[in-house]
């Protein structure tokens, strides 16, 4: 079952000269209960404005969603008045942010502040319980000695201890959704590898689902189900994790898996490197966003924006020449 | 083996800060404890290590920016410590380096060319013309179109910068060129780009490099050798291809272990526990005991030395008694 439903998305962004730009531009994507889809792209490509569009949680007025909808359970929240998306916020949708330090309020202890979550979505529960429900919870996400942390404020905490306490957070109203950005990449790798495996796990024991967003392209590939490839404010290419790296075949998503250094490289040989960059906003290409940096470009790709189209039941891929290239 | 360029020798790095009410308290965090090694000419020694490791200190004090508490930095044979004021000046020509924040280490109201002419000003090289052309060669050598040299840093993007730090750094022709965390603030297909400048820019001016990086995926690419380090310590040094393939120290397993790979499950890799402990009062006898799977009595008593065989130094009581990972 479709538990989260995203079609034709578009967010704009307004710039200094007052003129709104489309960033993403229509995507579409689902995630089915109790999977992961990995939303993965460069700084700027739209990844985290889409995830905070979903909530509606942009940064207003210079980021709005312009068009799309988004369904939750079949019901369009996209339309959704702020009390109703007050509801979903937290205890069916619940967020998890790149860095702790400042998602967390400083001047509360670590007890009030998961209190408070529970406060507003369960306030008939006595508040004996809240505070047995805070210990569990923290216990659950391998906080050690939770009684003591009870009363810590964040920071006297590790950066992995205060990602631990936002999981906690994010967890106290077993959110049918959890909406990850870019959670461990603030963290040293053994503490991402501790993180990672406490999400999965929560994921197997809690069923919810994940849209888990970053950068890093072998974390994504390890816990997702489903990728998505973003670039430049479009779905590059969808698909199932395995098939997506094992045979990518947008040109994007080749040439990413190439400037990787890891075994498939000599030591200090020259990375199949992607020339250029990507583009800012202002000076978007009109037909494919990638079209600019892309070794297969032919004159139509400048002209025409690629439609989605399948490679297989599951998988998408939006290039002109995809058939041509991967042949 | 070459020659080394730059040896350390039992260096110490310790800062004391005021805690408590009114800092009556001094507490000392021990940044860099006992660490000594050869950078060879023409190589790249990676070092690795999570964050507060030291690893940022130790780069620092190579260049002099820390005075060292003990030990010994030696440049070609020299202990940088006694050098004359002239001759310091000509260590630190000889040795440069590239931060890792293009956007916070290069000044925003100063034009490119500024920015690239500053270090020819400030050690007297050339006359003004000759310092234009070198402007120039400066950023042909390293991508940039010389309709760069009239601009700000903020018209470039992220991977741009790194290029105006990296020919600000060779502009003196150094020898020595520290990296540090030099690409972790870029996207991997920036990454790639720059990674493939240094190492041209190695080949062509037979640059020995220190290359500083959390990324163990990247410290395998550019270097030879291989440091790694835990509060403040080597735990372990060798041949690049020594450290990935047959790690030996217990740190150094779990450190590979947790980098994710294309494909694997997070569950495929063993995990290291815990956190890093703090710097300011570090575990007894290994300091990474108390994260360690195989720690026995002895670990948490006695420091292991950094022991060889061959190249290859282990500072692990056990590590003949462990399974390679």
Not at chain 1, 42 to 66: F, W
Not at chain 2, 119 to 127: N, Q, Y
Not at chain 2, 156 to 169: E, L, T, Y
Not at chain 2, 277 to 298: D, E, L
Request: charged share 20%; net charge neutral.
């Amino acid at each position: 079952m479709r538990l989260l439903s995203v079609q034709n998305l578009s967010v704009s962004i307004r710039g200094d000269d007052g003129i709104a730009r489309e960033l993403v531009s229509s995507i579409s994507f689902d995630i089915a209960a109790g999977e992961t889809l990995g939303l993965v792209g460069e700084s700027g490509c739209g990844k985290s404005l889409t995830a905070m569009s979903i909530l509606d949680l942009l940064p207003k007025p210079q980021a709005a969603r312009s068009k799309g909808s988004v369904l939750f359970k079949g019901e369009n929240i996209s339309t959704a008045n702020q009390p109703r998306l007050r509801q979903i916020r937290g205890k069916n949708i619940a967020v998890i942010f790149q860095d702790p330090m400042t998602a967390l309020n400083p001047v509360q202890t670590v007890a009030q502040q998961i209190i408070e979550v529970l406060q507003i979505h369960f306030p008939k529960q006595s508040r004996s319980a809240h505070r047995h429900r805070v210990l569990e919870l923290l216990r659950e996400v391998g906080i050690p000695a939770p009684e003591e942390r009870l009363s810590a404020y964040p920071h006297q905490l590790s950066g992995g201890m205060r990602q631990r306490v936002m999981i906690a957070m994010a967890l106290a109203c077993e959110p049918d959704l959890l909406i990850a950005d870019e959670p461990t990449t603030a963290l040293d790798v053994t503490i991402q590898s501790q993180i990672v495996r406490l999400l999965k796990g929560l994921q197997a024991k809690n069923g919810m689902a994940m849209l888990f967003i970053t950068h890093d392209l072998a974390l994504v590939s390890q816990v997702s189900d489903h990728i998505a490839v973003m670039y430049a404010g479009k779905i590059a290419e969808y698909g199932k994790a395995r098939d997506v790296f094992a045979t990518p075949h947008h040109p994007y998503t080749q040439s990413l898996l190439a400037a990787l250094p890891g075994i498939h490289h000599p030591p200090k040989s020259p990375l199949l490197a992607l020339e250029g960059q990507v583009p800012a906003i202002e000076s978007m290409p009109s037909g494919c966003r990638f079209s600019n940096r892309c070794r297969f470009v032919a004159e139509f790709c400048h002209h025409n924006v690629p439609p989605v189209e399948h490679i297989s039941d599951t998988n998408t891929v939006a290039c002109h020449r995809w058939k041509e290239i991967n042949s | 083996m070459s020659e080394a360029v730059l040896e350390v020798r039992d260096l110490k790095l310790h800062f004391s800060q005021r805690s408590g009410v009114f800092g009556r308290d001094r507490t000392v965090v021990r940044a860099v404890d006992n660490v000594s090694f050869e950078l060879h000419k023409g190589e790249t020694l990676g070092l690795v290590g999570e964050s507060g490791c030291g690893k940022s200190s130790l780069g620092k004090a190579l260049l002099n920016l820390h005075k060292p508490s003990a030990g010994k930095v030696i440049y070609q044979g020299k202990d940088i410590a006694g050098l004359s004021d002239k001759a310091m000046r000509e260590y630190r020509r000889s040795l440069q380096i590239i931060f890792q924040d293009p956007f916070e280490s290069l000044n925003s109201r100063h034009t490119v060319s500024a920015i690239l002419e500053e270090p020819l000003l400030i050690h007297r090289i050339g006359d003004r013309a000759s310092r234009t052309q070198r402007v120039a060669a400066l950023l042909d050598m390293v991508g940039l179109p010389s309709s760069a040299a009239s601009k700000y840093p903020h018209e470039f993007s992220g991977g741009q910068r790194q290029r105006i730090g990296i020919a600000r750094a060779i502009a003196l022709n150094p020898s020595v060129l520290i990296c540090d965390e030099a690409v972790s603030a870029l996207d991997v297909s920036v990454q790639a780009q720059i990674l493939n400048l240094l190492l041209e820019i190695q080949r062509e001016l037979h640059l020995s490099m220190l290359f500083i990086s959390h990324d163990l995926g990247v410290v395998r690419h550019m270097s030879d050798r291989i440091a790694v380090m835990y509060l403040g310590q080597i735990v372990e040094i060798g041949d690049a291809q020594a450290i990935y393939q047959q790690a030996r120290h217990p740190y150094t397993q779990g450190l590979l272990a947790a980098i994710p790979r294309l494909g694997s499950s997070p569950e495929e890799s063993s995990q290291i526990g815990g956190d890093i402990p703090s710097p300011i009062a570090p575990p007894s006898g290994c300091r990474f005991h108390t994260r360690c799977a195989h720690t026995q009595a002895q670990c948490k008593i006695q420091p292991p030395a950094l022991r060889p065989e061959g190249s290859h130094f282990t500072a692990c009581h056990f590590w003949e008694d462990l399974k390679p990972a």
